[in-house]
């Protein structure tokens, strides 16, 4: 309990402590203009309140990824505290922040725009089509996952027959309806659904958490949280799972996401005040990380420790819905597990229905298609939504989200390199970029070598070298560029 509570503590102080230094760093200024001013367009571009953009940002980048990915996360054992804590604090609320001030800053521009102003035209290229897929692919894990959540809830005897794939009519005809909606949230201007609903969920969300959190604290005779004595690898095949760099892949929202940056712009298009940057970007992210803490704790405390957290994962075949479903089910009560469950399909149908948005502005950018239009809007959407049904059909759910996994924190790493040279270029402390971007390009690095997925090498020790020097080179590439823009200034 003493280290959860610290972690807590620590999550909380930075809110008031690091995050006040990073609007210094970033030069926040409430007097200057902000693009919901400057570009309104009563679609995109279109002011909301403070507090409605905070719960949109905070349900925008969390979705599932604080409660699926800490219960999985902490098979590792109470080393994922120390990484969703000082990972959420220096790296995830700091990426969040600054790509979300950067964007602010350039009139809400797109972050494969933003990273093409700081990393060349090549880098640019690459994003765009990169960032595109992967909202794209993450429409598809949230149009799928949610369908088959609430078939599971329903009983349909006549539509249980399987049609392809394993998929039945049943969940055939919810991907169909949850696919209508998206389009609905996609192309329809931000306050008609986005800014109606979405605040009620990201209260949902925020609830739910501490709920479980008034059980760990009203119960820890009953629920003991395991204290971090040690770096332990403590999951069940700590050989093919090593920390570094499955836990920092596994437990990704929470304490860094790439995802996050580009769902920035969507809420920097709807802010009124530069002011308010700390609230949404850095505070949504501190929030998310006090989330995937809360769910940590539970995910050891509930099976009497990290041992039996690691049998249930095998019992349950790795499915955290289910383990959610008996956590909630055993500690707060049928009824009210009953809500957790719409509300964990409700986290998971808001995340996919942004990335759909995010896609779309960022080829409107790219194209500069104006989108004040909604038949240019149905235009961009459509081929991204039946792209997205493609995926889903022809790939099984774990590819996908094990290729998303990788993909997610790739993209962090460019984002954290494009902070470095912002902060360069503006004569700030690049420490706060270069450090966070050193360790995650090597988490990355060592990814691809390592993981199941991709090479699988047998030698960590080869494996590691290999991620060291390919670091070394990518941070050579980025000290050249940033040497070249300072020559060209």
């Keep these: 309990m003493i280290t959860f509570i610290v972690c807590l503590i620590a999550l909380i102080t930075a809110y008031f402590t690091y995050g006040r230094y990073l609007e210094k760093v970033c030069d926040i200024n409430e007097k200057n203009p902000v693009p919901s001013q400057t570009l309104y367009d009563g679609v ?41 804590t000082l990972g959420g604090i220096f790296m995830g609320a700091m990426h ?48 799928s996952q949610p369908s088959e959540l609430i078939a599971s809830n329903i009983s349909a005897p006549l539509l249980e027959t399987p049609i392809y794939n394993g998929m039945t009519w049943e969940v055939f005809v919810i991907l169909i309806v949850v696919l209508i909606y998206y389009m609905m949230a996609t192309v329809l201007p931000i306050d008609k659904i986005i800014g109606r609903f979405y605040p009620i969920f990201g209260c949902l969300l925020i609830i739910m958490a501490l709920s479980i959190l008034v059980v760990l604290l009203f119960n820890s005779d009953k629920y003991v949280i395991p204290e971090l004595t040690s770096l332990e690898n403590q999951i069940a095949n700590p050989e093919k799972f090593p920390i570094i760099p499955m836990l920092f ?4 929202c929470g304490a860094l996401s790439g995802f996050h940056a580009t769902q920035s712009p969507i809420m920097a298009r709807c802010m009124t005040s530069e002011k308010e940057s700390r609230v949404v970007f850095y505070g949504a992210m501190i929030s998310e990380s006090i989330i995937a803490l809360i769910w940590a704790a539970i995910g050891m405390a509930f099976w009497g420790g990290v041992e039996g957290l690691n049998n249930a994962i095998a019992e349950y075949g790795g499915s955290a819905a289910r383990m959610i479903d ?52 149905l235009l961009v959407s459509i081929p991204l939504f039946i792209l997205a049904l493609l995926i889903i059909f022809v790939l099984p759910f774990q590819t996908i989200w094990s290729y998303f996994a990788w993909c997610n924190q790739t993209l962090a790493v460019i984002t954290l390199w494009c902070i470095t040279l912002f902060l360069a270029q503006h004569r700030r402390p690049i420490i706060i970029g270069i450090i966070p971007a050193l360790i995650m ?11 199941p997925m991709m090479c699988n090498m047998e030698s960590r020790t080869i494996a590691y070298i290999l991620s060291g ?15 070249q823009q300072y020559k060209n200034r």
């Design 44 to 84: 995109d571009y279109l002011p909301l309140p403070r507090w409605k953009i905070f719960l949109i940002q905070l349900l925008n980048i969390a979705g599932l990824g604080p409660i699926f990915g800490a219960i999985l996360g902490a098979a590792y054992g109470p080393v994922a505290f120390l990484w969703i």
């Design 96 to 143: 969040d922040f600054v790509a979300g001030v950067i964007s602010l800053k350039s009139n809400g521009l797109s972050l494969p725009e933003i990273i093409g102003r700081y990393l060349g035209n090549g880098t640019k290229l690459f994003m765009r089509i990169f960032s595109v897929l992967l909202m794209v692919l993450v429409g598809a894990v949230f149009m």
């Design 249 to 252: 892949t596994t437990i990704a």
């Design 326 to 377: 008996v956590i909630t089910d055993t500690t707060l009560g049928h009824t009210i597990a009953t809500i957790v469950v719409f509300g964990i399909i409700a986290c998971a149908i808001t995340s996919g229905d942004t990335a759909f948005r995010c896609a779309r502005l960022i080829i409107a950018d790219i194209f500069n298609f104006e989108q004040k239009s909604l038949t240019k809007r």
């Design 441 to 451: 390009t090597y988490v990355c690095t060592s990814y691809i070598f390592i993981s």
């Design 469 to 483: 020097i390919v670091t070394l080179m990518i941070t050579f590439a980025v000290y050249k560029k940033g040497v």
